[in-house]
């Protein structure tokens, strides 16, 4: 048994030549959780990888769906207000399309990004986890950002209604309610973002077997595989056009 930076590693001989040199080192599993229960919407902000540990280890579908669904109806009103829906559509209309399309396209992006994440994982960092253990661990790893937004997105409809959503505002973005407000939400969107961050990168670790920088690894060569199929397609948008 040898360790690295990566995390314990065993190294396997030939059987049939003993005194062959050790082929490439394996990954060992890593061991089920044996602690005292955790609340998960709790504990991942400072025990990630215990978190999805306990979650693979009981209940590996445990709110996956729901999570990624809250997720999209976030995105969705992102998207709408950087799209300045409220110029032709009213509140209640775009927290209807939110509800409505939001969770189906939150559901599709957690299964297509963890497929990506997971193929990518185990052909070039030596990941070990199923498809589902990576599904679990990209939305548990993004509750941090689910409360970021719900921290973003609560007062602004509270207070700024429709005017979240459209190109013009009733009061001046450089008055003092205005400016208080876009600092404390740069603040929230900061700590949660970078919060985000380590979270999911110690979860998809644990699930794979690897140390969190592997893990950032992956991620950022699975932004890569999507940004090259985005770029293909493009290009032949493009090309179909000429």
Not at 23 to 37: D, F, N, Q, S, V
Not at 197 to 214: D, I, L, P
Request: net charge neutral.
């Amino acid at each position: 048994m040898s360790t690295d930076a990566d995390g314990p590693t065993r190294l396997k001989f030939d059987d049939a030549n003993p005194f062959s040199s050790p082929r490439a080192a394996l990954t060992e599993p890593a061991a089920e959780y044996t602690g005292p229960p955790l609340n998960p919407w709790l504990s991942i902000w400072t025990q990630p990888r215990r978190t999805i540990r306990q979650v693979v280890d009981t209940d590996v579908t445990r709110h996956v769906l729901l999570i990624a669904a809250l997720s999209g109806i976030f995105r969705s009103l992102d998207r709408a207000a950087q799209r300045n829906l409220g110029d032709t559509l009213p509140l209640g209309g775009i927290l209807a399309l939110a509800a409505i399309f939001g969770p189906i396209g939150g559901i599709i992006m957690l299964y297509l990004g963890a497929w990506v994440l997971r193929w990518v994982g185990v052909t070039f960092f030596g990941g070990v986890a199923t498809a589902p253990q990576v599904r679990a661990a990209v939305a548990w790893g993004g509750v941090p950002g689910l409360t970021t937004n719900l921290l973003l997105w609560l007062p602004m409809l509270v207070l700024r209604g429709n005017e979240a959503f459209t190109s013009y505002s009733t009061q001046p973005d450089d008055s003092a309610p205005m400016l208080a407000m876009t600092i404390a939400l740069g603040i929230i969107l900061l700590v949660g973002g970078v919060w985000t961050v380590v979270a999911m990168t110690k979860c998809v670790g644990e699930v794979q077997g690897f140390s969190a920088w592997r893990a950032m690894g992956s991620m950022l060569l699975m932004a890569g595989v999507f940004l090259v199929l985005i770029f293909g397609l493009v290009l032949l948008a493009i090309a179909t056009r000429a």
